[in-house]
């Protein structure tokens, strides 16, 4: 089956968190000493876990003046919420749930903003400025398709193609069942297929079709 291959800019953050060593504590030990009022693991967990954050959001949404602010805006999340975590090993799976849930967020605003017309030029940021030309082009051009999904397809997409995501994980993250996200997936992705194979920036991201036996 065609599909298109990752999409990232040069200089974009990595989806995982820092590797683990031995002076870095693990999640479940993060989370232990964060429930207790600990505020060191509170930068640890910024530090370990802040590009992946950011990442999603950039991959998700495009370059734009509030992306600090919707990675400031997860993290203050997270940090209220963490005693509601059961499971201390599912700390990367918690936070990536809250950071779509802003995402979502945005969406529904840009939305608002496009019904009033308010939208902005659509020029790439400053963000992009060290990155190859064609492929800057090729990521401005994919999030304009995206943003023509419904926000469950748009995030769907970038959690299972650009950031990497197991079908279960982008479940968990959407909050709906395996065989919804199955669905929501299949769609998304025969729409964006069939606009990249007219557009000379994305079609090099295509990867042809296996050959038969």
């Not at 967990?45 to 950039?58: E, T």
């Not at 919707?70 to 201390?88: M, Y």
């Not at 079609?203 to 296996?210: D, F, G, T, V």
Request: hydrophobic fraction near 40%; aromatic fraction near 6%.
């Amino acid at each position: 089956m065609t599909r298109l291959r990752l999409l990232r800019p040069e200089d974009s953050a990595s989806p995982g968190a820092v590797p683990p060593s031995d002076d870095v504590p693990t999640d479940e030990e993060l989370i232990h000493r964060l429930t207790r009022g600990d505020h060191r693991a509170a930068v640890l967990v910024w530090r370990a876990y802040s590009n992946m954050v950011r990442g999603l959001v950039v991959r998700s949404l495009g370059p734009g003046g509030e992306i600090e602010d919707l990675v400031q805006d997860a993290f203050s999340v997270f940090f209220r919420k963490v005693h509601t975590l059961k499971d201390p090993s599912s700390l990367r799976s918690f936070l990536y749930g809250i950071t779509i849930r802003e995402v979502r967020g945005e969406l529904r605003r840009r939305r608002v903003r496009t019904w009033l017309q308010l939208t902005s030029t659509g020029e790439l940021g400053d963000y992009f400025d060290a990155g190859d030309d064609n492929a800057r082009h090729a990521f401005a051009r994919l999030h304009r398709v995206l943003e023509s999904l419904d926000t469950r397809g748009h995030l769907a997409f970038v959690l299972r193609h650009v950031e990497g995501c197991e079908l279960v994980e982008v479940a968990a993250s959407l909050s709906c069942s395996l065989a919804t996200v199955k669905r929501v997936l299949a769609s998304a992705e025969a729409k964006i297929r069939a606009v990249a194979l007219e557009d000379p920036y994305l079609a090099p991201y295509l990867e042809p079709k296996a050959a038969r036996s």
